[in-house]
């Protein structure tokens, strides 16, 4: 038993090994004509080749399983008796090299989990008679008063007591957004505290919070992700038996044991065992090469019967992070206000205060650093005041204006009106009582995201879905915009999971698209999960697909390829299947001998690697020029 693990464990060396003996044998004989080092080399070949699958053929047929792994290792012994020892070195090299591909390509870390519970805060500041004294979270209950400074995780699930504070809640709801919290807010473990200070109370703790199921559904979904059974597996099952009989009857009614040994050797499906992986790998490296990694061909294969894709909206579909999409100033044009408006945002942590700096930086004003700012005024969850070079600004939004008594005219308000039902947030900077600059800011589409959508659909896929935290009404400005199927806001990520399940129980094969924490549970979960490479390490090694230079337009061609890459593989077993066929009826009618027969077989064997080997230079011809109408329509609506 301890034989056959240590053979087992080591099959990848076993392999290479196998590898070195059949070169150093057909050097032998052919730069030195030593034919005896030649058969040497190929013995040895082939007892290194066959331990391990005559390993995996005893111990299914323990199981009453009759695998290609017993044909293959009858094929080598009959191989020996009739001393063609080359053929049985090879068929074996050619198995162990298909499985050491499949491995390597089918091999899914599950670092991801690991990773999502050293993301879970470990400790708490528990308030302990209004002292706070840092506990392990195991030690934190439900009722419990927590203290969470800036910077710091939200440990539980609770609600604010006491103190104000902006917080991060991309860990959770996937949104770049960041959320103003007061008293009776609600919050989430795993979020965390851009500014302010925050007294909690513990409402869940532990594997009950919202980033405790996350990580729970990310392991159930994984768990339930059981690699399909190979085709070769499954064609074995007939094909394994059909051949042993043949070569027993062979055998038995021509007396010839030489044929029926024969018909093992060239039974032996040497084009099938290679071709699907050949196939396989050239299309993983196709991807590669364009910045796509697909991980085995099973996802090759599930991709490729794709009809409905699901997609996250911050970070997905959209940048991920706020920024200025419209800008306007009024009044004194003297006056250069976008620098003054800069300046005093700088000194402020509010994202939409930074989407302003880095605009700013954008139009090239780079003086900023040179403004005098004083007397800031933070009005929480409405803006600031603030004096820059001696004049007094007033920055944010319709209610901090209408305090200020700040006048908007009617060209202003339609302003504001048509920015915000494109979905943007409105910042009104205001001077002696008057705007003087007015800023749409908002997490931007990126760019060829409507027309990589539309060559989806084109090319088969039937519906569209987005699926975000966001609330409704900003969700269906995005999902009208791209022309989706549908569109889901104001969903957590259990929620966005169990979205999922329904599409499945439905019948439908699913993948979902998404770049964060939140979304890993649902990538996992769906049938095909794609992440965008700038994501989160846990999304991405929960995905099958990774879009690695998070370029959305790879999208397209990922599908496409897995579409021809399936293609490939169908040819190859077809190639395969036929070869084999045409050389067991030849053989048996007298047409096909084995010098022959060696020849077809080993040929078989050479045109699916070529045909395999295709994929490597696949590329979608429209790809390119869609890209560049995509930019050539941007350019004439701006």
Request: hydrophobic share 45%.
């Amino acid at each position: 038993m301890k034989f056959q693990k240590k053979i087992l464990a080591h099959k990848t060396v076993l392999t290479f090994i196998n590898a070195f003996f059949i070169v150093s044998a057909v050097a032998a004989k052919f730069l030195f004509q030593q034919t005896v080092i030649y058969d040497i080399g190929m013995v040895l070949a082939s007892v290194c080749g066959v331990l391990p699958i005559a390993i995996q053929a005893y111990q299914a047929a323990k199981v009453k399983v009759v695998s290609i792994d017993l044909l293959v290792t009858i094929a080598v012994i009959g191989a020996f008796v009739i001393g063609e020892y080359n053929e049985s070195a090879i068929v074996t090299f050619l198995f162990l090299l298909g499985h050491l591909l499949e491995q390597k390509t089918l091999e899914h870390t599950r670092s991801a989990i690991q990773k999502l519970v050293k993301l879970a805060p470990a400790t708490a500041w528990k308030l302990i008679e209004n002292k706070a004294e840092e506990v392990a979270i195991e030690e934190v209950a439900v009722g419990d008063q927590l203290l969470v400074k800036t910077g710091a995780q939200v440990p539980v699930d609770g609600v604010v007591s006491e103190g104000t504070g902006y917080l991060n809640e991309a860990a959770v709801t996937g949104e770049a957004k960041s959320v103003y919290k007061e008293k009776k807010d609600q919050v989430f473990a795993g979020t965390i505290l851009e500014n302010g200070t925050l007294k909690i109370e513990a409402q869940r703790v532990g594997e009950d919070t919202t980033f405790g199921k996350i990580i729970e559904l990310v392991e159930e979904a994984q768990d339930s992700k059981s690699s399909a059974e190979r085709f070769i597996d499954r064609f074995a099952k007939y094909y394994t038996p059909l051949i042993l009989v043949l070569a027993l009857l062979t055998g038995l009614m021509t007396k010839d044991i030489r044929l029926a040994i024969t018909i093992l050797v060239l039974g032996c499906p040497g084009a099938l065992i290679i071709g699907v992986p050949v196939s396989n790998v050239a299309g993983i490296g196709n991807g590669a090469k364009n910045g796509i990694l697909i991980k085995g061909s099973e996802v090759m294969a599930t991709f490729s019967r794709v009809e409905t894709i699901v997609f996250d909206k911050t970070g997905t579909i959209t940048n991920g992070k706020p920024s200025v999409a419209f800008a306007k100033f009024y009044e004194d044009q003297t006056i250069d206000y976008l620098s003054l408006t800069a300046a005093i945002e700088g000194e402020s942590d509010h994202p939409l205060g930074q989407a302003i700096v880095d605009y700013a930086q954008q139009q090239g004003r780079k003086q900023s650093i040179a403004i005098n700012v004083s007397d800031t005024v933070v009005v929480k969850g409405k803006g600031m005041t603030a004096t820059a070079d001696g004049i007094l600004l007033t920055l944010g939004n319709r209610s901090l204006m209408e305090e200020a008594a700040v006048s908007l005219t009617t060209e202003i308000e339609q302003t504001e009106k048509a920015l915000q039902l494109q979905g943007n947030s409105v910042v009104f900077v205001a001077a002696e009582k008057q705007v003087v600059a007015l800023f749409g800011i908002k997490d931007q589409v990126r760019p060829g995201v409507a027309q990589t959508l539309a060559a989806l659909k084109s090319n088969g896929i039937k519906r569209l879905i987005m699926l975000s935290g966001d609330n409704q009404t900003t969700a269906e400005i995005v999902g009208k915009e791209l022309g989706l199927s549908e569109v889901h806001g104001e969903l957590l990520p259990e929620e966005k999971a169990a979205f999922i399940r329904r599409l499945q129980a439905a019948g439908e094969v699913v993948a979902f698209v998404g770049d964060g924490i939140n979304d890993s549970p649902s990538i996992a979960l769906a049938d095909i999960g794609i992440a965008m490479g700038g994501g989160t390490d846990v999304a991405v090694e929960t995905s099958d697909v990774v879009l690695i230079q998070s370029k959305f337009e790879n999208l397209i061609h990922a599908y496409r390829l897995t579409k021809k890459t399936v293609r490939n593989m169908k040819e190859n077993i077809a190639i395969a299947i036929g070869t084999v066929l045409f050389l067991l009826i030849g053989l048996i009618f007298g047409y096909v001998y084995m010098a022959s027969g060696m020849f077809f077989h080993e040929l078989s064997i050479l045109i699916v690697i070529i045909n395999g080997m295709r994929l490597l230079s696949y590329h979608p011809k429209s790809s390119k020029l869609d890209i560049n109408q995509f930019v050539q329509m941007e350019e004439t609506v701006e």
